[in-house]
């Protein structure tokens, strides 16, 4: 067990509907980033916040967005959901001094019908 | 050409052998390896982190980095079938979190 918890653990939805994500970092971690896992692209890097802000982003689509809380947990919300969409979605977390040693959650299965 | 190229397997050895496990690279500004196990269906898991050029050892598990060939390996001694899954190499530059993962190798233990 990482630390790092997500919820749901599975989705199923429509096209056309919007889901939200929820990840809790470990305790003391200020970093959460989220990726994304298909059996065609393996595990792409979405975004990263620090401590409240935006950080980082990677190819995440217009469609996707994320937040962090002042409690430091994260939501990714996925709107206009596309069949290609389905993915197993992780969230990570890293410590202060060592943002490259990250953490995953159990992920959250989203399957788009 | 992708950024990290990771040999898909599936490698099948027999309980106790050695595993090695590998990836390439072409950026030159990757500083930090990390290797992560993924059970079906499951998070993945670190397993080395190691920084720059060099080996770190862990129990049963040694990380090897050679930038200069831009090569990165991850032994396995006295493999178990509870060491069944798929490993993916990651890394990142200097400048940036981002992890950058290989497509993963799928290990399988038969006893």
């Known amino acids: 067990d990482s630390g790092v918890t997500q919820t749901p653990k599975h989705l199923i939805t429509a096209t056309g509907q919007r889901v939200t994500l929820r990840c809790s970092p470990r305790?003391?971690?200020?970093?959460v980033y989220w990726y994304q896992q298909s059996l065609d692209q393996g595990l792409q890097f979405l975004i990263q916040?620090?401590?409240?802000?935006?950080?980082a982003k990677g190819n995440i689509l217009e469609r996707f967005s994320a937040q962090q809380f002042p409690d430091l947990h994260s939501e990714l919300n996925l709107s206009s959901l596309e069949l290609g969409d389905s993915a197993l979605y992780f969230c990570?977390?890293?410590?202060?001094?060592?943002?490259?040693?990250?953490?995953f959650g159990p992920g959250t299965r989203l399957t788009v019908l | 050409q992708k950024e990290v190229e990771q040999d898909p397997g599936p490698l099948s050895v027999p309980e106790g052998a050695i595993v090695s496990l590998n990836c390439t690279y072409s950026?030159?500004?990757?500083?930090?390896f990390m290797w992560y196990r993924q059970y079906s269906r499951k998070g993945p898991e670190l397993l080395m982190y190691?920084?720059?050029?060099g080996n770190k050892e862990d129990g049963r598990f040694t990380a090897q980095v050679d930038k200069s060939s831009k090569y990165i390996s991850l032994f396995i001694r006295d493999s178990q079938p509870s060491d069944s899954a798929t490993y993916l190499c990651?890394?990142?530059?200097?400048?940036?979190?981002?992890?950058?993962f290989g497509t993963g190798t799928r290990l399988q233990v038969f006893p």
């Open positions: 950026n030159s500004a990757f500083q930090y």
């Open positions: 916040y620090y401590n409240g802000e935006e950080r």
């Open positions: 990570a977390s890293s410590p202060r001094t060592s943002h490259n040693e990250q953490f």
């Open positions: 305790s003391g971690d200020l970093s």
């Open positions: 990651a890394m990142s530059a200097y400048n940036t979190d981002k992890l950058i």
């Open positions: 190691t920084y720059s050029s």
